[in-house]
Nanobody, 121 residues
Framework: QVQLVESGGGLVQPGGSLRLSCAAS????????MGWYRQAPGKGRELVGS???????KYADSVKGRFITSRDNAKRTVYLQMNSLKPEDTAVYYC???????????????WGQGTQVIVSS
């Protein structure tokens, strides 16, 4: 199947920046949309940003102008550059990838294990 490994979370002060990475590996036939979701304590999981295979992006209103989603198709990696971070950005961030494994050629959505981001002074 497909495995996703995230990195880059941590503790940052308000106004600071962090960059998350998520690399896909395994029996990959093709990858389509890639993106990031987050889940704050006591809240549901929400879309942060996503990017299509040809680079079209969309973002949650709460992060527009501050966060940038990008991808490197050759490395099968998606990134989330987070700038001007606010305490309300504190959450567990999950990588999300739509892809086809060459084990069964079925389109599925895969999730990373999550990485904690804490914005606090």
């Amino acid at each position: 199947q497909v495995q996703l490994v995230e990195s880059g979370g941590g503790l940052v002060q308000p106004g600071g920046s962090l960059r998350l990475s998520c690399a896909a590996s395994g029996r990959i036939f093709s990858i389509y949309d890639m993106g990031w979701y987050r889940q704050a304590p006591g809240k549901g999981r929400e879309l942060v940003g996503s990017i299509t295979r040809d680079g079209k992006t969309k973002y949650a209103d709460s992060v527009k102008g501050r966060f940038i989603t990008s991808r490197d198709n050759a490395k099968r990696t998606v990134y989330l550059q987070m700038n001007s971070l606010k305490p309300e950005d504190t959450a567990v961030y999950y990588c999300n990838v739509a892809g086809i494994s060459n084990s069964d050629f079925v389109l599925r959505t895969y999730w990373g294990q999550g990485t904690q981001v804490i914005v606090s002074s």
